[in-house]
C-alpha cells in the first residue's frame, strides 16, 4: 500500500524487465457443460447465480435446497470452479476470533465454523481439526492478546482458552511466547475442493452449471417470447446466453465490474492485494503441529505473518500484502494495463496508499528481500534459518475499498441501476474475509436476502 508514485514505477520496471506475461491456469473441466452458443432457444432458468466461486457455489446450493423445484444454474467464466480466491487462500478453517462482538462478520464466521465441519464430515471431505495458537511475544502484545480473548468470549466461539507460556508448549513444542489464545477448533481444509463438492451436491439437486463463461452484461429483455417470464438476459461474450427470473452475482475479485453493467455505482471499488507466501523446508515442517499465528497490531489492516500448516504436510509461512498488477495476478510478472490503472486512478486508493504508505513500502521490500521475514518467523520458532524458507504460492484478496480510502470489512449488497435489473438482479459486492469459513452461513443469509427482495 505504498504510494501511487511508487507503483507507477516498480509497474514500468516489471514491464521493460519481463513484457506482458499472462498468468495461464491449467484447469480441467469437471462439470457437465452446455454449448449455449449451438442453442436456437436459449436456456432458461427462475435464478442464475453468477460467479462459481465459493461464496456463489454455496449460495447456489442453498437456494436449490429451498427451491427444489426452481430451474437454477451457475455461469463461471473459468473452465472450472473455484479457481482463484477459493482456491488461493491458506486453508483455515476460522473460529471468529478477531471480529467485533455482535458483528455480522462474528455471527457468521461462528456459524459457518459448525455448519462447514458437518458438510465435511457429511461428505467425507478431508480436512484437519489442528488447531491455533495466537502467540504474544512482549506485555505490549499480552494486552492485545487480552483484548482478543474478551472477543473470542463474546462471539461464543468454541472452547477457546487463554494460556501461560509454559502451556504453550503443550500445543507446539518449538514455539516461543509469554501468553497465548488456544483455538482447538480452527482447522485447515482444500477450501478449492469444498467448493467443487458444493457444486457436485447442486448439480445432484438438479442444478446446472455452465463454465467458460465470462458475462460480458445484463439486458432486460421484454420481448422474451414465453409472456416476459424469463425477462433478464446474462450475455456471456462468445455469443452464449441464457434468461433468467432472478439474478445473483457473487464476481469476488469482478465483483464490482459485474455491478456496474447493471448501472451499479462504481464505489465501492475492488482493489487487488497479492498475498505472498512462503515455504518452509521439508525437513522443518516437523517444527509446526498446527496454525501459529501473532497478535494482530490494529494499526495496520491485516494479521501479519502466521505458520499455516497443509493438508499436502507443507508449512506456508506469510502472507505478506501487496498491489497486484493484475486483478488475477499471482506473480509480478502478471501485468494489465486495464487492471494496475483502474486501481492506481482510483481516490480511494489513492487515499488509502497515502494513509498506509510506510506500512506498505515495507511489505514491498520484504516481498523482494525474503529474508527480511525471517525475523518475525523466528520470534514465534527460533530453529528457523534462511536456508529453511523459500518462495511458495500466492493469492489475490478482492479488497473493497471506499471512495473515502476506507477498508469495507462488511457485507456489501447492491440492487442499483434501473428498470427491472433494480429489481431482479441482486449483487454482493463484498463477502468479506473469513468467506471460505463463512460461506454455508453466509449462503443462507443472502437467500434470505433474496426471498425478501424478490418474493421467491
Known sequence: MATTGYFVQSFRSAYKSHGRILDTIRVTKKFTVRNLSSVKNEACYDIVVVGGGIVGMATA?????????????????????????????????????????????????????????????????????????????????????????????????????????????????????????????????????????????????????????????????????????YPIRVIGNNNQSVRAKYVLTCGGLHADRLAEKCGCSKDPRIIPFRGEYLLLNPEKCNLINGNIYPVPDPRFPFLGVHFTPRMDGSVWLGPNAILAFKREGYRYRDIDFSDLFDALKYPGFQKLAVKYAVFGSGEIIRSAFISLQLKELR??????????????????????????????????????????????????????????????????????????????
Request: aromatic share 6%; proline share 4%; charged share 25%.
Open 61 to 229: 446450493r442453498e437456494l436449490k435446497i429451498r427451491y427444489p423445484s426452481f430451474k437454477m444454474a451457475v455461469v463461471e467464466k473459468e473452465k472450472e470452479l473455484g479457481v482463484h480466491q477459493s482456491g488461493h487462500n491458506s486453508g483455515v478453517i476460522h473460529a471468529g476470533i478477531y471480529y467485533k462482538p455482535g458483528s455480522l462478520k462474528a455471527k457468521l464466521c461462528v456459524e459457518g465454523l459448525h455448519l462447514a465441519y458437518k458438510f465435511l464430515d457429511e461428505k467425507g471431505i478431508p480436512y484437519k481439526k489442528c488447531g491455533k495458537l495466537i502467540v504474544a511475544t512482549n506485555e505490549l502484545e499480552v494486552s492485545r492478546l487480552m483484548d482478543l480473548y474478551d472477543r473470542a468470549q463474546k462471539n461464543n466461539c468454541p472452547d477457546v482458552k487463554l494460556i501461560e507460556g509454559k502451556d504453550i508448549k503443550k500445543h507446539e513444542p518449538h514455539c516461543e511466547g509469554i501468553k497465548a489464545i488456544w483455538s482447538p477448533h480452527t482447522g485447515i481444509v482444500d477450501w478449492g475442493l469444498v467448493t467443487q463438492e458444493y457444486g457436485k451436491d447442486f448439480q445432484e439437486r438438479g442444478g446446472a452449471i455452465h463454465t467458460s463463461f465470462p458475462v460480458d452484461n445484463f439486458l432486460e429483455d421484454s420481448g422474451a417470447s414465453s409472456d416476459n417470464e
Open 379 to 456: 520470534k514465534y520458532i527460533p530453529n528457523i534459518s534462511a536456508k529453511d524458507i523459500k518462495r511458495g504460492p500466492s493469492g489475490v484478496r478482492a479488497q473493497a475499498v471506499a471512495a473515502d480510502g476506507t477498508l469495507v470489512d462488511d457485507f456489501v449488497f447492491d440492487a442499483g441501476g434501473k428498470g427491472l435489473l433494480s429489481k431482479r438482479v441482486l449483487h454482493c459486492r463484498n463477502a468479506p474475509s473469513p468467506g471460505a469459513t463463512s460461506s454455508l452461513s453466509i449462503a443462507k443469509m443472502i437467500s434470505d436476502k433474496m426471498a425478501k427482495q424478490m418474493n421467491l
